[in-house]
Nanobody, 126 residues
């Protein structure tokens, strides 16, 4: 499995920006699609964004579309989530996940992702 470690979270004010990073290890990193999910207290894990293995296709939840951008750098084994115009409701633990090339299902479904990071806390004050 791919090992993932997130970083870049913190405490910011509404309207500010953050960039999350997810560093991966594993020889097959470039073959995996990558996704960002988030989980707030009392809520289910929520899809945020995903990117195909080639980086040619990206997908976003409606709640973050136009504000967040996902990208990847396979040479650095890293995926990023640029978050702009942050809102209080974006407050959550953000988790990076990897989806193997043989897994089916939509990118927004958490189940096919078989590698998960520990998460990084993003807190947005109002």
């Amino acid at each position: 499995q791919v090992q993932l470690v997130e970083s870049g979270g913190g405490l910011v004010q509404a309207g500010d920006s953050l960039r999350l990073s997810c560093a991966a290890s594993g020889r097959t990193f470039s073959s995996h699609a990558l996704g960002w999910f988030r989980q707030a207290p009392g809520k289910e894990r929520e899809f945020v964004a995903a990117i195909s293995w080639s980086g040619g296709s990206t997908y976003y939840a409606d709640s973050v579309k136009g504000r967040f951008t996902i990208s990847r750098d396979n040479a650095k084994n890293t995926v990023y989530l640029q978050m702009n115009s942050l809102k209080f409701e974006d407050t959550a633990v953000y988790l990076c996940a990897a989806k193997p090339p043989y897994a089916g299902g939509p990118y927004s479904s958490a189940h096919p992702y078989n590698s998960w990071g520990q998460g990084t806390q993003v807190t947005v004050s109002s």
